[in-house]
């Protein structure tokens, strides 16, 4: 079976790109930031 989560880069091996690491991060933030405000208004409109 191959391996799930891969493991991180040895020192020898190039990086992605700026952009592509970037986009990751800007994505992951943006994902986590709106989870965030769904949740918090689910919780507000149960309160009201």
Do not use: N
Not at 12 to 24: F, H, S, T, V
């Amino acid at each position: 079976m191959p391996a799930i989560i891969e493991p991180p880069p040895g020192p020898d091996e190039a990086q992605p790109p700026l952009w592509k690491r970037l986009g990751w991060f800007l994505g992951i933030a943006l994902a986590s930031t709106l989870a965030t405000a769904v949740v918090a208004y689910a919780l507000k409109a149960l309160l009201v």
